[in-house]
C-alpha cells in the first residue's frame, strides 16, 4: 500500500474488469493458471432419507409430502417393477418383440413426475414407465401399445416402449437419443409465449428427461444452450445411471457428470440422489417453482442411479458388468426398498400389505396383458396414415397396388390379424 | 456455422461492387463469353395471379419479408428465428421483423442448426407455427436428424388423434416452416451453392417447395406456414435480389404441391423448378425459332409430394420430356420425374427422358458455369429429344 491508495482501489486497478463482450465479469489477472476441473470438488448429491428410509438431517422440516401421497409413489414403483418384471418375461417367451426395464430408476421417473403438474408437457427418453404411471396412463393403454393392437394410440407403428399421449400430456417416445432435448426447449418456449398471450392460465414447464449417454449428443448441448439464452421455462432431468448400453460414465465423459454442464450453461444446476424418491420429488419441485421464475428459465437436475437391469431385451449386461456388481447394487440400495423402509418405519405400511399389493399389482397387470394379446392390429391403412395431414395422391396410388398385389397373392400374406382385413386398407380394388 | 469469408459473404449479400479488372470487364466465375449465343438467360413469363389488391414492384427478398410479415401480423402463433435474423438476416429477409413484433417472436439463436430446428419441432409440436432460418442450405446437414426422424415422423409415430377445437389434432409439428437460401450464385463454391432438396424429397412426412419468383414465394411461403405438414422452404438466394415482379400487397396462398404451367406446348415439356426456369425459358425460346417445335414449360413448385397428374397429363400430350435442375443429377429430383413418366407415360414416349443438372461433383469455384444446367445444354437436350 506505498502508493497511498486502498486496498480495494488497489486491487481494482491492478485487476479492472475486461471489456471483451464474450465475458464482460471477468477480471485481468498475472497469474498463469489453468483452470483445473479434475481438483475442484465434485457437485454434492442431494438428499432425504438415506439408504435405510431415515431421515439424514433430523433437524429440518419433514418434506411436503402426505403418507398417502407417498404410499401412491410407492404403489406406482411397484407397478412399474411388477409389469417389468412380466414384460420382461414375456419378451423372453416371444410374446413381444422387445421391451425395457426401469429397474433401480423407478424413483426418478415417479418422484419427478409427481412434482410436476398434470398439465405440464413431458418429452421422455425410453426408461420413464414410471412417468406414464404417475400421469395416470392405464395398464390397458401401456399392453395396448405393448401388443401393437387396434387400440395402440401410435397405431402399431411403434417399437414396444415407445408409449405417447397427448392426453396425458407427454409426447412420444422416439428412439435417437437426445433429439427430445431441444423439442422441450421450443415447447417451453411455446408454453411461455403461450401463458405471455392468456394470463389467465396457469403458467406450465416442461420437463425433459435423458440418460448421460444421451447428454454426449450435440442436441443436448444445443438444447441447454439456446434454453438459456431463450430463458424457456424448462426442466432437464438427467438420469445418470452408469451405463449407455455397455459404455461405463468413464467412458462417456471426463467432466463432474452432467452436472458441470448445466454451470457452464449459465444455468441453475442440482445434483440428486435418484434413489431417495423425496429428494428427487422435492428437488423438481423447487425445480419447476424456479423454472418459472422471473419469465422462466431452464433448470438441470442430474438424479444419480444405478441400471440394475440390462439396457433392454436385446443386451446382456454380464457381457460387460460383473454379475457381483449388480447384486451388490441390489442389496445395497433401491428407490423401491428405500420408500419401504421409509413407510414401515412411520407405521404405514407392513408386510401384509405388502403382499396384498403384490399380488393385486399381478393380476391387475396379466388381465391387461390378456386383453391386449388379444386384440386385432390396426387397420392396414395406419400403416400410410399420419405421415402427411391427408394421404397424397402418390399414397394412395401405392394402397391401390399394394391391395393389388395381396389379392393377387393370397397366399404371400395374411391380412387377417388386421383390423378389417385387407378392407381395412380403406382403398377400393384397382 | 456460416464461416463465410468475410469477401464472398458481402459479395452474396450484394453489398460491394465486384472487382474490376484491368480491362474493366466484372470479374465474374460464371459470366458466359459476350459472344454465347443461347447462354444468356430471359425471365419467364409469371402466371397472371389475379388479385383484385394493389400491388408493388418488389424482388424476392422482399417478397418473403412481405410474407414473413403478413403471417407475424395475423396469427400471433407464429415466430420466426435463427442465426443473425433479429438485424434482418444475412440476406435481408427478415429486415424491420424484430423491431416490429418484438424480440419475443422475432429472435436470434445461438449457431446450431440442430438446435433452431429441435427448437423449432418442439415449439410446433406445442401450437406454434415457427418459421426457422438456416442461414445457408448447406448448413442444414447438423439439423438432418431433427428433420428426417423428429420433424418428419412425428404425427406418424403419435398416432391420429380426433380433432379438437385448440386445433391439437395429434403431436404433430404443423405449421413448422424451415426456411433456407439455397442453390448457386456464381461465386459460391462448395459451401455457398448446395440445393440439397433430393436428400428431403426421399423423406415421407416433409414438404419440399422452392419458389421461382418474388410472386410466388409470397403465397408459397404463406400456404407453407399454414400448412399442417412441415414444410422445408428453399429459397434460390441468386434471386433474392434478381428481377421484381409485381407482387400483391394482400395476403394469398399458392397451394402446395400443385404444379404450374408456365408456357404450353405440343412437341416437348420441360419440367423444372427455381432458378434453371430461366434458363429452361431462354433454352425454350431458342429452340422454338431454331427448330420450329413448341414447348411446354412446368414449374414443379413443390418438389414432394409432387403433382404427378400435371406432369403425366403434359407428357401424354407431348411424348417428350426433359427435366432441369441444379443439383446433381445422381439421386435427384430428375430420377424420381423420369421414372414416373416412363411408368406414367410410357406408350406415349417418343424419346427416352432427358435431365440436365449438376454434374456427379461438388461446386467447385471456378467451375459453377460448366457445372450447372445453363441454356446451351437445357437446348441441346430439347434438340436431341425432339431429334431422337
Not at chain 2, 28 to 51: G, I, V
Amino acid at each position: 500500500m506505498e502508493l497511498g491508495v486502498p486496498a480495494t482501489r488497489f486491487r481494482s486497478l491492478m485487476f479492472p474488469s475486461v471489456h471483451f463482450p464474450g465475458a464482460v465479469n471477468s477480471k485481468f489477472t498475472t497469474a498463469l493458471d489453468f483452470e483445473r476441473p479434475s481438483e475442484k470438488p465434485a457437485m454434492p448429491t442431494y438428499r432425504y432419507m438415506d439408504q435405510d428410509g431415515a431421515i439424514v438431517d433430523k433437524n429440518r422440516e419433514p418434506i411436503d409430502v402426505s403418507d398417502e401421497e407417498a404410499i401412491k409413489m410407492y404403489k406406482d414403483m411397484l407397478t412399474v417393477s411388477i409389469m417389468d418384471l412380466i414384460m420382461f418375461d414375456a419378451q423372453r417367451q416371444g410374446r413381444l418383440s422387445f421391451y425395457m426395464v426401469s429397474a433401480g430408476e423407478e424413483g426418478i421417473a415417479v418422484g419427478s413426475a409427481a412434482a410436476l403438474n398434470p398439465a405440464d408437457v413431458i418429452f421422455a427418453q425410453y426408461r420413464e414407465t414410471g412417468v406414464f404411471q404417475q400421469r395416470g396412463f392405464s395398464l390397458d393403454e401401456f399392453m395396448s401399445q405393448l401388443f401393437a393392437n387396434c387400440k395402440d394410440y401410435g397405431k402399431g407403428r411403434n417399437m414396444p416402449v415407445h408409449y405417447g399421449s397427448r392426453k396425458h400430456n407427454i409426447h412420444t417416445i422416439s428412439s435417437p437419443l437426445a433429439t427430445q432435448i431441444p423439442h422441450a426447449a421450443g415447447a417451453a418456449y411455446a408454453l411461455k409465449l403461450q401463458a405471455a398471450q392468456n394470463p389467465n392460465e396457469e403458467p406450465r414447464v416442461v420437463a425433459c428427461y435423458f440418460g448421460e449417454g444421451a447428454a454426449s449428443e450435440g442436441d443436448f448441448h444445443a438444447a441447454l444452450n439456446i434454453a438459456a439464452t431463450r430463458n424457456c421455462p424448462v426442466v432437464f432431468i438427467c438420469r445418470n445411471n452408469g451405463y449407455a448400453i455397455s459404455t461405463p460414465t468413464l467412458e462417456q465423459y471426463r467432466g463432474d457428470g452432467i452436472a458441470s454442464r448445466g454451470v457452464g450453461y449459465g444455468i441453475e444446476t442440482i445434483r440428486v440422489d435418484g434413489n431417495d424418491i423425496f429428494a428427487v420429488h422435492e428437488v423438481t419441485k423447487e425445480a419447476r417453482r424456479r423454472a418459472l421464475e422471473g419469465g422462466g428459465k431452464p433448470i438441470l437436475i442430474e438424479a444419480m442411479s444405478y441400471r440394475v437391469s440390462h439396457h433392454s431385451t436385446s443386451d446382456d449386461s454380464f457381457a460387460y458388468r460383473a454379475k457381483v456388481e449388480v447384486e451388490d447394487w441390489k442389496r445395497r440400495d433401491n428407490p423401491i426398498t428405500r420408500l419401504r423402509k421409509y413407510l414401515e418405519g412411520k407405521g404405514v405400511w407392513n408386510e401384509e400389505k405388502e403382499k396384498a399389493t403384490r399380488s393385486a399389482i399381478r393380476k391387475d397387470v396379466l388381465a391387461a396383458f390378456n386383453r391386449a394379446e388379444k386384440e386385432k392390429r390396426p387397420a392396414l391403412r395406419n400403416m400410410m396414415e399420419g405421415v402427411y395431414a391427408q394421404l397424397t395422391e402418390e399414397q394412395e396410388a401405392q394402397m391401390r397396388q399394394l391391395r393389388d398385389i395381396i389379392e393377387r397373392y393370397p397366399d404371400e400374406y395374411d391380412v387377417s390379424e388386421f383390423e378389417g382385413g385387407l378392407d381395412g386398407l380403406g382403398v377400393k380394388r384397382s | 456455422m456460416p464461416s463465410t469469408p468475410r469477401p464472398i459473404l458481402r459479395a452474396l449479400l450484394g453489398r460491394t461492387t465486384p472487382t474490376r479488372t484491368n480491362n474493366n470487364r466484372i470479374r465474374s466465375y460464371s459470366t458466359a463469353p459476350s459472344n454465347a449465343r443461347l447462354n444468356h438467360s430471359r425471365t419467364p413469363n409469371s402466371s397472371s395471379l389475379r388479385s383484385t389488391s394493389k400491388t408493388s414492384r418488389i424482388n424476392l427478398f422482399q417478397s418473403v419479408n412481405a410474407a414473413l410479415s403478413h403471417a407475424l401480423s395475423t396469427d400471433e402463433r407464429v415466430l420466426l428465428f435463427g442465426e443473425d435474423v433479429a438485424f434482418g438476416g444475412v440476406f435481408r429477409c427478415s429486415m424491420n421483423l424484430s423491431s416490429q413484433f418484438g424480440s419475443d417472436r422475432v429472435f436470434n439463436t445461438p449457431l446450431s442448426e440442430q438446435g433452431i430446428v429441435g427448437f423449432a419441432i418442439g415449439a410446433a409440436s406445442e401450437g406454434m407455427r415457427p418459421v426457422a432460418e438456416i442461414q445457408f442450405a448447406d448448413y442444414v446437414y447438423p439439423a438432418f436428424d431433427q428433420l428426417v426422424n423428429e420433424a418428419a415422423k412425428m404425427r406418424f409415430r403419435s398416432g391420429v388423434w380426433t380433432e379438437g377445437k385448440e386445433g391439437l389434432t395429434s403431436m404433430a409439428c404443423g405449421g413448422l416452416v424451415v426456411r433456407m437460401p439455397c442453390g448457386g450464385v456464381g461465386h459460391g463454391a462448395l459451401y455457398h451453392s448446395q440445393s440439397p432438396e433430393s436428400l428431403f424429397t426421399h423423406v415421407p412426412g416433409l414438404r419440399v417447395v422452392m419458389p421461382r419468383s418474388p410472386l410466388q414465394a409470397k403465397g408459397l411461403l404463406l400456404a407453407a406456414i399454414e400448412c399442417p405438414d412441415p414444410v422445408i422452404f428453399m429459397e434460390p438466394k441468386i434471386l433474392y435480389r434478381a428481377a421484381v415482379e409485381h407482387v400483391p400487397n394482400d395476403a394469398y396462398t399458392i397451394p402446395l404441391s400443385m404444379a404450374e404451367v408456365l408456357k404450353p406446348g405440343s412437341d416437348v415439356t420441360v419440367v423444372s423448378y427455381g432458378t434453371p426456369l430461366y434458363n429452361c425459358s431462354a433454352a425454350i425460346s431458342a429452340a422454338e425459332k431454331d427448330l420450329d417445335i413448341s414447348c411446354e414449360l412446368i414449374d414443379l413448385r413443390t418438389v414432394y409430394p409432387w403433382d404427378r397428374k400435371t406432369v403425366l397429363d403434359s407428357i401424354r400430350k407431348t411424348g417428350r420430356a426433359v427435366v432441369v435442375h441444379e443439383s446433381m443429377v445422381n439421386a435427384g429430383v430428375g430420377a424420381e420425374v423420369a421414372a414416373t413418366i416412363q411408368e406414367g407415360a410410357f406408350l406415349r414416349l417418343e424419346a427416352p427422358v432427358q435431365r440436365v443438372a449438376g454434374w456427379s461433383t461438388h461446386v467447385g469455384l471456378v467451375y459453377e458455369k460448366f457445372n450447372l444446367p445453363d441454356v446451351a445444354r437445357v437446348y441441346d437436350a430439347i434438340k436431341k429429344t425432339v431429334e431422337y
